[in-house]
């Protein structure tokens, strides 16, 4: 035996790969899982695919998707904006704003995204008026609380300041993220505060930023199917009304399902994009098809043999 | 009489110094890292520092361009303070703008390179030029060239940091200081991160600069080139200067038995 293997020349060793039990036990699982699946899909009635096809493109169907597109739009737009202003407040160096910065990151990204919308949409049971009135000049304008906030209104306000909260803390964390050897070599070469921050540490910080971005947009896609409960006309408010009327809720639920579905496949195909940008000052090449495929199908490593 | 002028009379600055420290304290908390340093650099000359680790010459690098702030003494760069106006006895800290102007004109080079890592080699170079000195991209970037190319480094404008070697980020740094015309350059252990073979090429940067007479500063453990180029060298332990003198008498025939010590382990 061991005269044979020291005879055999090198070239011709045959390497035997290990076997993965569990791979293929979970494989085999996962296949029959997919076809009970796949065959109820196909099969039940309840999901009527007929119906599914004659409201996929229904007008209201497609006036709640331009809504839902909108509010998130809208929404994240505006916590970006406010997200960054919270965090280099909570990175200065004055006690006080970085106080305040982190009791606006407490209060409202604690506090749920349900009732804050509740809140804001009912907030003339708190405030019946809001009015400015200087001295000298007088009152410059006065509005009833009921008829500026609409439903919309209220579901900007109060999802922009919620997900402020979570955008504030990717900004505080991609600025920190950025070495401070970079800020101070920037300000030797005689750059002020501003143009560091605007210059050297965000453009830095986006690689950072971004991808955890991405993700918010998308929860945040997801989370304006809360306003329905205030009466939004959104994509699921939409479906609502129709299913409310039709009874056909599982089919109408799946065309909302395959919407939320589309659009997040775009967003993550955007988001690879963009993030390759950032990241442009250290590609390695042939990684990016791989991530593409990975950040829009989630498919993680392959299972290759040893 | 200009504020410069002011401070020549006031403090006994020479016509042709650069750097002038006199008392200059610097604590961390409790931690006072630097006792009373006097120091000065006259123009058109070399200024090697070495000294145990921990001894504070960072610390005094940082300060001359006001990246710390000294707690005591008189610091002055081409007989000007950095981060303070001198009125009626009282120093008066200066505003963001005027501090930059100042800063703009004292170059610095770090151990780490820190050269902007989003950036490529050239966007290194014309970005203080174009954003602080207000430079058109096309000058900034013609002097850029010229700069890389006395660097030598011609080739590699389009190269990011991290495609370039140790050295060759180094060398991009200096020229990105040199971008500035700055009238001083600090050197912070410029060659202490770098592989040894990698030293050579950008101490030969620092010989040619030094023969062009740029006035330089240098912290480094490169005792041979404090010898060669150095017109005077300095050596900190604990926050005071033990020993100052030319580098070649230093070396052979140090007076204090702590540079004897420290020599003794460095060469
Ligand atoms: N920002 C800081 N906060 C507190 N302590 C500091 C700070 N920077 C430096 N020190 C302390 O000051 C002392 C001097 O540090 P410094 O970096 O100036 O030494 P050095 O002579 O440059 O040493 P090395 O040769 O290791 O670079 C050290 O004890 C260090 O721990
Ligand atoms: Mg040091």
């Not at chain 1, 009527?48 to 998707?65: A, E």
């Not at chain 2, 200059?24 to 009373?36: N, Q």
């Not at chain 2, 500063?217 to 033990?242: K, P, S, W």
Request: overall charge positive.
């Amino acid at each position: 035996m061991s005269r044979a293997e020291t005879q055999t020349p090198v070239e011709d060793l045959v390497v035997v790969p290990i076997r993965h039990y569990g791979l293929w036990i979970g494989t085999a699982i996962t296949l029959v899982l997919f076809y009970i699946v796949a065959k109820a899909l196909a099969t039940n009635p309840a999901f009527d695919w007929p119906t599914v096809g004659k409201y996929l493109f229904h007008p209201s169907i497609m006036r709640g998707l331009g809504q839902t597109l909108l509010l998130t739009v809208i929404i994240m737009t505006l916590s970006v904006i406010i997200g960054a202003i919270v965090a280099i407040m909570r990175l200065s160096p004055s006690k006080i704003l970085n106080a305040f910065a982190g009791a606006y990151v407490w209060f409202f990204r604690g506090a749920p995204a349900l009732i804050q919308l509740i809140f804001w949409f009912n907030l003339s049971l708190v405030v019946r008026e809001i009015s400015l009135t200087l001295p000298f000049l007088g009152t410059l304008f006065s509005l009833r609380t009921n008829d500026f906030m609409t439903p919309f209104v209220a579901a900007v306000i109060a999802l922009s300041l919620h997900e402020a909260g979570y955008m504030a803390e990717i900004v505080r964390a991609g600025i920190k993220s950025v070495p401070g050897g970079q800020a101070e070599a920037a300000g030797s070469l005689g750059m002020n505060r501003r143009l560091v921050l605007r210059r050297i540490t965000l453009p830095q910080a986006m690689r950072f930023i971004v991808p955890p971005t991405g993700n918010e947009t998308i929860n945040l896609l997801k989370t304006t199917s809360l306003v329905t409960i205030i009466a939004v006309d959104d994509l699921l408010y939409a479906a609502q009304s129709i299913y409310a009327r039709t009874f056909e809720t599982i089919p109408l639920l799946i065309v909302v399902a395959f919407w939320y579905l589309f659009v997040v496949t775009i967003l993550s195909i955007g988001q690879h994009y963009i993030e390759q940008y950032y990241g442009r000052s250290d590609q390695q090449q042939g990684v990016s098809k791989r991530r593409l495929m990975q950040r829009v199908f989630g498919i993680g490593r392959m299972a290759r043999p040893a | 009489m200009n504020s410069k002028a002011i401070n020549q009379v006031r403090f006994g600055v020479p016509d042709d110094s650069m750097v002038f420290a006199r008392g200059v304290r610097k604590s961390f908390g409790t931690l006072e890292v630097l006792k009373s340093i006097d120091i000065d650099v006259p123009k058109a000359s070399v200024a090697c520092i070495i000294g145990p680790s921990g001894s504070g010459k960072s610390t005094f690098l940082r300060c001359i361009n006001h990246l710390e702030e000294v707690n005591g003494g008189v610091l002055l760069v081409d007989g000007e303070f950095v981060g303070y106006d001198l009125r009626d006895g009282k120093l008066y800290e200066v505003k963001d703008s005027l501090l930059c102007r100042r800063r703009a004109d004292i170059g610095m080079v770090f151990q780490s390179f820190n050269l902007f890592s989003h950036m490529t080699a050239l966007e290194n170079l014309i970005e203080a030029p174009m954003m602080v000195k207000g430079l058109s991209r096309r000058e900034a970037t013609e002097k850029a060239h010229v700069l890389l190319e006395r660097v030598g480094l011609g080739g590699k404008a389009d190269n990011y940091p991290r495609q370039l070697s140790g050295g060759q980020q180094q060398r991009v740094a200096i020229a990105r200081a040199l971008a500035m015309n700055p009238k001083v350059l600090l050197f912070d252990e410029p060659t202490s991160a770098l592989d040894p073979e990698l030293v050579g090429e950008v101490l030969q940067v620092m010989r040619d600069l030094a023969e062009s007479g740029m006035t330089m500063v240098v912290v480094t453990h490169e005792i041979g080139f404090a010898r060669e180029v150095g017109d005077q060298l300095i050596f900190m332990d604990q926050g005071v200067v033990v020993e100052r003198g030319t580098p070649r008498e230093m070396i052979a025939n140090p007076q204090s038995p702590r540079t004897q010590e420290f020599l003794s382990r460095v060469l």
